[in-house]
């Protein structure tokens, strides 16, 4: 009868830790998954890209939006390609009768100032159909990456579990339902603190996120003095992060260019 009473004593003890630590699993594979990702200007490249440009074409790479504003199908004819740059804080420019740089937009861009940005304006015969054509005129403006992002003392790990054990542990299992997200925008300037920390898109959420946010806010508003982005030339920047949480499907991601 001892012998028995022991077994079940034993047992008993199994199945109770054993339900408690399932439980516990369970409860941290519920939390909704989040992630910390730089987010790219609308249209940038790196300074290796830079130096390799041959054309308007070469600008494109997978995380800029150039596509939106220039593509070369809807030119039947170039007028003027002109570059404009900023070289030690003064504006320099020059053109070329194409989509080719010349070898002097080329040394332009090789020698712009890495921080600012470089202006292209495109006079162009557009391609259609119209009997009276008219001439037009495409300006955009693009930035060089930095070439060290913006980094968390000790790293991404380091950064995860902060945000892990001040936040998300505590936002409940079942907050976020099918595509449903949250995000949370904020700068590194060049001190390293966290600088214009906001809700991103706060305006289209529902109200069950609005604690949610505000402790998510807290919580990125506190963390410490990151080692701020900076230029080959050792030039500092500032560079803007988001927070997101829950869904990775959600159809706002797009519009945060982070290069997914």
Known sequence: MKTINKTTIVLFTILFFSA?????QNEAAQSPPFEVQKIYPYISVSKAQLLELESLSDLKNENNKIDLEYKPSWVSKYISVEIQVCQDGELVKATSQNDIFTQAQKNLLAKADVEKEIQVKINYWPKNNLILNEPKMIDFSFSIDPKNKATFPEGEAALNEYLGKNVI????????????????????????????????RGEYQDKKFAKINQQLLDAVRKMPDWKPANYVDGTLTDQTFVLTVGSTENCLLPILNIGR
């Not at 408690?20 to 516990?24: Q, V």
């Not at 079942?174 to 920390?197: P, Q, R, S």
């Open 20 to 24: 408690f630590f399932a439980n516990a």
């Open 169 to 200: 542990s505590k936002i409940p299992s079942n907050l976020f339902e099918n595509y449903d997200m949250t995000a949370i925008k904020f700068t590194i300037n060049t001190a390293g603190k966290i600088h214009h920390a906001e809700v991103f």
